[in-house]
């Protein structure tokens, strides 16, 4: 009898390790999308691409030139198929 009460205990803290350390997991990539704009990255916005700080000067000649009213960063540098 003790033998069982042993193994359940083994897997009751495996149980708990795996879940925590899931969670940990899961807490620390959703912290890292929404700190990073993650979800912008799924956009069309061309502010997406000034994230992060060297692509600033991009977006202000982009901004600067005359196409920018007929594209995106999107329509350029984005894969028209991106399966295949």
């Known amino acids: 009898m003790h ?5 359940a205990s083994s897997v009751a803290v495996a149980a708990l390790a795996v879940s925590v350390l899931g969670g940990a997991a899961l807490g620390l990539g959703l912290y890292t999308f929404v700190y990073a704009r993650g979800g912008s990255y799924l956009s069309d916005d061309p502010r997406a691409c000034a994230n992060c700080h060297v692509m600033q000067a991009q977006l202000d000649a982009w901004a600067r030139s005359s196409h920018h009213h007929i594209a995106v960063c999107n329509d350029c540098h984005t894969p028209k198929d991106p399966v295949g």
Not at 3 to 7: H, I, N
Request: aromatic share 20%; hydrophobic share 40%.
């Open 3 to 7: 033998g069982r009460w042993v193994g």
